[in-house]
T-cell receptor
């Protein structure tokens, strides 16, 4: 089983739609979780951290289920500018190398006018 | 602008050439990283430096040689590369190692083509 697995997509959605991305991770020693966004031919940029209680930042909501080792990202009211690849990223506990971020392959989103 | 600058942005080299990639961070971070991103693959961590000391080498071939002269500069020296080494090479920095948050900030990358 891959360390971090994501549906590669692409997800093609109309403007204004709600879209959800899922991610599973295999290492139960994982400590912290992030969603990064990568635009075409650009570098990854942090979108948001994912907290155990779930967290929201404007139109974006992230959820974590430690028991199922599952992370999600919900985007409401999609904008054209949301078109990008969304990377699920997992960080291990310190004794497993806490600087070791493990990236998923990413889920590509295209928001269509 | 993330505060992490990589040069050059594009590089084409032959298999017998020697070249170097440069990364500079203006964020006051203590940790720096090299990643490789190939098409259809997730980012692969290559090297990790903390306060100029290498703390991780992820089974990277010796034709890639990192150098960290100080906490704000990181180099990747390349020699006798193979065509399969063609990829986007990304540098990142973070405030420190051993932190649960460990948010990493990436440079724009060097797109390398090996002919």
């Amino acid at each position: 089983r891959k360390e971090v697995e994501q549906d590669p997509g692409p997800f093609n959605v109309p403007e204004g739609a709600t879209v959800a991305f899922n991610c599973t991770y295999s290492n139960s020693a994982s400590q912290s979780f992030f969603w990064y966004r990568q635009d075409c031919r650009k570098e990854p940029k942090l979108l948001m951290s994912v907290y155990s209680s779930g967290n929201e930042d404007g139109r974006f909501t992230a959820q974590l289920n430690r028991a199922s080792q599952y992370i999600s990202l919900l985007i409401r009211d999609s904008k054209l500018s949301d078109s990008a690849t969304y990377l699920c990223v997992v960080n291990r506990y310190p004794w497993a190398g806490s600087y070791q971020l493990t990236f998923g392959k990413g889920t590509k989103l295209s928001v269509i006018p | 602008e993330t505060g992490v600058t990589q040069t050059p942005r594009h590089l084409v080299m032959g298999m017998t050439n020697k070249k170097s990639l440069k990364c500079e961070q203006h964020l006051g971070h203590n940790a720096m990283y090299w990643y490789k991103q190939s098409a259809k693959k997730p980012l692969e961590l290559m090297f990790v430096y903390s306060l100029e000391e290498r703390v991780e080498n992820n089974s990277v071939p010796s034709r890639f040689s990192p150098e960290c002269p100080n906490s704000s500069h990181l180099f990747l020296h390349l020699h006798t590369l193979q065509p399969e080494d063609s990829a986007l090479y990304l540098c990142a920095s973070s405030p420190e190692l051993g932190s649960g948050k460990n948010i990493q900030y990436f440079g724009a990358g060097t797109r390398l083509s090996v002919l």
